[in-house]
Nanobody
């Protein structure tokens, strides 16, 4: 059974950093595209970053480019999202998602939540002074 578990969220001051983890069980992450999405209260879930099935491509939302970095540790079967220079507008529940069925996720990684079929339960990130 494919399972994703996020961790690493919390309360942090603006300008500080957090690293989120997405641990997989029941499958091998390096055969899947992994995406990070977030949902703030009253807003739709939006794509933040993803890494392609091939592992050769990453993609970022404009709002996080230069601040967030996605990476994969195949030995630990875990994907990370390093978040630096956090802003209050980064406050949201962060979800990781996995899929391998779409050609749009193979060489590139299109940040479309409809392409991802398996989701974690989410981890809360709050950026506030």
């Amino acid at each position: 059974q494919l399972q994703l578990v996020e961790s690493g969220g919390g309360l942090v001051q603006p300008g500080r950093s957090l690293r989120l983890s997405c641990a997989a069980s029941g499958f091998t992450l390096d055969n899947y595209a992994i995406g990070w999405f977030r949902q703030a209260p009253g807003k739709e879930r939006e794509g933040v970053s993803c890494i392609s099935i091939s592992g050769g491509s990453t993609n970022y939302a404009d709002s996080v480019k230069g601040r967030f970095t996605i990476s994969r540790d195949n030995a630990k079967n875990t994907v990370y999202l390093q978040m630096n220079s956090l802003k209050p507008e980064d406050t949201a529940i962060y979800y990781c998602a996995a899929d391998r069925d779409s050609v749009l996720l193979f060489k590139l990684c299109v940040l479309n939540r409809g392409l991802f079929g398996s989701w974690g339960q989410g981890t809360q990130v709050t950026v506030s002074s």
